[in-house]
């Protein structure tokens, strides 16, 4: 993965196994300890500091005594910031803030990384050449093997295949602070990683891909967790905004179903309005259409899924649902941004 010819002077330092700080923000969810241990059991080189960013909009929750404590002889190298709850852009930024190591890698609080994930982090490190501004880590989703993949399942999977993806991310440190970090506009765990890597190799650097491995597993969601996803259509609307209409190619990003979206919920729409003006055919019209676009969508989903009892009342349900949620959500987005202007790289 790369950009175009690097026009900035290389980041001056060693290529080799140089010190490196691991960021992680953190509403200190029960996966946590499970991240630290992980990072203390793994054979290698040490991270020179280990930032948690507390990032609880309450003021007065509690220390994180409980997850610290698996650290061991880590946890004298270990930073808590308050990160006042203003989202994961936010909170790195801050982690990004106390760091002094120059290579920052970002995981999120529900990875663990693989036993020789400090070894295989310094080596790829050391692999980056002096035009390479980042290098991402392999995630691994472990998935069920004897059944098809429940929806929830397949979201994870598909965002643990994305470029760039912050749950394992190594970056120069001077290099984030000269494209101005994470845009903190982006409040959600949601397309604010691929905006910073599009800055950075609009920067002229790149991002290459690295070998070490953090696992990432799918976490318990309830039935309407289809419904909250659709929330991140408002951050595509500030992707078109910043990166333009193109942003999609750029990152290499599946486009996903909005625009069949819009035009379901436009039909269904179109329907109600119809039907209250009387004009009966028109809106029968309308209203198939909206009908045959929600089943397809239903019956795409289904097929795909295991076939429970659950899965399949979940999916009919949240296929009505999920078009016109995902519309007004990108409406929203498109309003709240609509005097974004586009991205310009910064003079360093």
Same mark, same amino acid.
């Given at each position: ?200 190799? @609009? $920067?002229?650097? !790149?991002?290459?891909? +690295? ?5 990432? #597993? /799918?976490? =318990?969601? *309830? %039935? ?11 951050? @595509? $609307?500030?992707? !078109?905004?910043?990166? +333009? ?5 750029? #990152? /290499?990003? =599946?486009? *996903? %179903? ?12 179109? $329907? ?5 003006? +009387? ?5 029968? #019209? ?63």
């Amino acid at each position: 993965m790369s950009g175009s010819a690097p026009r900035r002077a290389a980041v001056t330092g060693s290529t080799g196994a140089v010190p490196y700080a691991v960021v992680v923000p953190t509403l200190v969810r029960d996966t946590l300890a499970d991240c630290l241990a992980a990072l203390a059991a793994a054979t290698g080189p040490a991270p020179q500091e280990i930032v948690l960013v507390d990032d609880r909009p309450d003021a007065d929750h509690g220390p994180l005594e409980h997850p610290l404590s698996v650290l061991g002889d880590l946890r004298d190298r270990t930073t808590v910031v308050p990160g006042g709850g203003h989202g994961p852009a936010a909170a790195r930024n801050t982690g990004l803030r106390a760091a002094a190591s120059p290579w920052v890698v970002f995981l999120d609080d529900d990875v663990q990384v693989g036993p020789h994930w400090c070894e295989q982090v310094v080596r790829d490190l050391a692999d980056a050449g002096p035009d390479t501004a980042g290098v991402q880590g392999v995630i691994a989703v472990p998935l069920p093997g004897e059944r098809r993949l429940t929806d929830w399942e397949r979201e994870t999977a598909g965002r643990a295949r994305a470029r760039w993806t912050t749950a394992d991310m190594a970056y120069r440190t001077e290099v984030l602070k000269r494209v101005g970090g994470f845009d903190e506009r982006f409040r959600r765990a949601w397309r604010e990683d691929t905006d910073l890597a599009l800055r950075v190799l @609009d $920067a002229g650097w !790149r991002i290459q891909q +690295g070998r070490r491995t953090t696992r990432h #597993a /799918v976490r =318990p969601a *309830g %039935r309407w967790v289809s419904l909250r996803v659709q929330r991140g259509t408002a951050d @595509d $609307a500030l992707m !078109r905004h910043l990166h +333009g209409p193109g942003w999609w190619e750029k #990152a /290499v990003a =599946p486009r *996903g %179903r909005l625009r069949a979206h819009l035009t379901t919920t436009a039909a269904g729409a179109a $329907a109600c309005a119809l039907a209250v003006a +009387g004009r009966r055919r028109a809106a029968t #019209a309308a209203a198939l259409g909206w009908a045959a676009a929600t089943a397809e969508l239903a019956r795409e989903r289904i097929t795909a899924g295991p076939r429970t009892r659950y899965e399949v009342t979940t999916m009919l349900a949240t296929s009505v649902l999920i078009p016109p949620t995902a519309t007004w959500h990108w409406l929203s987005g498109r309003w709240r941004h609509r005097h974004t202007p586009a991205w310009r790289e910064v003079a360093v």
